[in-house]
């Protein structure tokens, strides 16, 4: 997982949710690729959570956060009907990107994957660009919300 200042505690977003039928391949166990679906759902709850939403602060301003890396280390299996936590939370917010970070548990706690993805801010054109210069205000309340951890 990336390193850095990770926001944890009241920080933290948790999202409870029971893992369904479909989310398990053949053999009864969690299907690995579904985990990056949860961490979109994290990535958009821990937006929402600080007030920030997705489609009205990024998307609906042709900003889109695009995936330029992503991580998962899975550590226990979980299967269907478990209830499962999942915790977001950032680890590093620049002018050019911003990283997440994942934390899946079971209902004791137990950490059954861990995991990240790091993202860039694109234009609608598909290219890449600084939001301090482009958007100041909005990195202003990124900076305010979320705080800073890096440089350019």
């Excluded at 949710?17 to 990535?43: E, N």
């Excluded at 937006?47 to 301003?61: A, C, E, P, R, T």
């Excluded at 899975?74 to 209830?83: A, H, T």
Aim: net charge neutral.
């Amino acid at each position: 997982m990336k390193t850095g200042t990770e926001h944890k505690g009241s920080d933290a977003v948790r999202v409870e949710f029971t893992v369904r039928w479909g989310d398990c391949d053949a053999a009864g166990v969690t299907y690995y690729a579904k985990y990056f679906d949860w961490f979109t759902d994290g990535r958009i709850a821990f937006l929402d959570q600080v007030g920030l939403s997705y489609m009205d602060i990024f998307h609906n301003q042709g900003i889109e956060l695009v995936v330029i890396d992503a991580f998962c280390r899975y550590r226990l299996s979980l299967r269907p009907v478990e209830k499962v936590i999942l915790e977001t939370s950032i680890t590093s917010l620049t002018r050019t990107r911003i990283t997440f970070a994942y934390r899946v548990l079971k209902e004791d706690n137990t950490v059954t994957a861990e995991g990240s993805t790091n993202h860039a801010y694109v234009d609608d054109r598909g290219k890449p660009f600084n939001i301090a210069k482009r958007y100041p205000s909005l990195w202003e309340e990124l900076s305010r919300k979320i705080g800073t951890t890096g440089g350019a």
